[in-house]
């Protein structure tokens, strides 16, 4: 196992709500990129966060937003909820940036009603 | 940006046979290919990776082969085995400041007794 983890591990919202998931990387990890799973498909990349700045970011709109912590933990925002945004949400962190391995965390699944 | 093409979509294979699993990539300029193993309601779990440097990269019964002239990877398992079923997702990296993967769309393989 990694020691990347998640929390919380699943989470039920309404739609136009507002929630927060955490990561904390792996130990001496500088790099956390988040994704999106929807059920049956493969992760796909929402943004990626090296040395607490955003370093690149996927399809995804506004209401998507992260952080990341001094200490390389990071937190995915997730405004206004769609019922489309239902789907496993997994942070992996890696050294770099620069094509280092990347290390899933156990995800977070998010359902929206 | 970049697209992964992954077939075939499920795979069935009697325990101690070979499985293949293949991937295509449009964008020239990645150089990372990772395969990740996600059985049920658990985290994507790197198996092997390879870098463009290298044509192909073995692991036990793992190997990887990469062919950057006509941009496609394969995943080879040789004697298989029962664990060895789950859904298996090639990626590639987004070279550039950020280590995006683009994900294929994944290959449910299925080893039968």
């Known amino acids: 196992e990694t020691g990347v983890t998640q929390s919380p591990t699943h989470l039920i919202k309404t739609r136009g709500q507002q929630v927060t998931l955490r990561c904390s990387s792996q130990?001496?990890?500088?790099?956390v990129s988040w994704y999106q799973q929807a059920l049956g498909q493969g992760p796909q990349f929402i943004f990626q966060?090296?040395?607490?700045?955003?370093?690149g970011r996927g399809n995804f709109p506004p209401r998507f937003s992260g952080l990341q912590f001094p200490n390389y933990s990071s937190e995915l925002n997730v405004n206004a909820l769609e019922l489309d945004d239902s789907a496993l949400y997994l942070c992996?962190?890696?050294?770099?940036?620069?094509?280092?391995?990347?290390?899933f965390g156990p995800g977070t699944r998010l359902t929206v009603l | 940006g970049e697209n992964v093409e992954q077939h075939p979509s499920t795979l069935s294979v009697q325990e101690g046979d070979s499985a293949v699993i293949k991937c295509t990539y449009s964008?020239?300029?990645?150089?990372?290919f990772p395969w990740y193993k996600q059985e049920l309601g658990k985290r994507p779990q790197l198996i092997i990776d390879?870098?463009?440097?290298?044509g192909e990269k073995k692991d036990q019964r793992i190997a990887v082969t990469l062919n950057k002239t006509a941009k496609h990877f394969s995943l080879h398992i040789t004697e298989t085995q029962p664990e060895d079923s789950a859904v298996y997702f090639c990626?590639?990296?987004?070279?550039?400041?950020?280590?995006?993967?683009?994900f294929g769309t994944g290959t449910r393989l299925q080893v039968t007794l």
């Open positions: 966060y090296y040395r607490e700045e955003e370093n």
């Open positions: 990626a590639a990296s987004d070279t550039g400041t950020a280590s995006k993967l683009t």
């Open positions: 964008d020239s300029a990645s150089n990372y």
């Open positions: 130990s001496g990890h500088n790099t």
């Open positions: 390879i870098r463009s440097n290298v």
């Open positions: 992996a962190s890696s050294l770099t940036g620069a094509t280092d391995t990347q290390y």
